[in-house]
């Protein structure tokens, strides 16, 4: 498929212009590649893991020492 092809079926499943589609700049991709990014960033991922923030936050007030087992 060309560019062009691509382009004419986008602008008609979407009922936009031709123009507007080009404008846009859409592309084929390869559906093998799943780590493609055009514009990657280094920046680490915007998540926060709260179980795991709530784990280092949990610090005891006193220290529990050692388990005593009565009998």
Known sequence: ???????QLVAEAT???VRAIRQR???AADPL???FDP??????PRM???DE???ERNLAVVSQG???HFV
């Open 33 to 35: 590649e799943v780590n």
């Open 39 to 44: 514009e990657p960033d280094n920046l680490p």
């Open 48 to 50: 926060i893991d709260w």
């Open 66 to 68: 050692r388990a005593r």
């Open 53 to 55: 923030l709530e784990l």
């Open 25 to 27: 700049g859409f592309s």
């Open 15 to 17: 009922g936009e212009d």
């Open 1 to 7: 498929m060309t560019q062009m092809q691509l382009e």
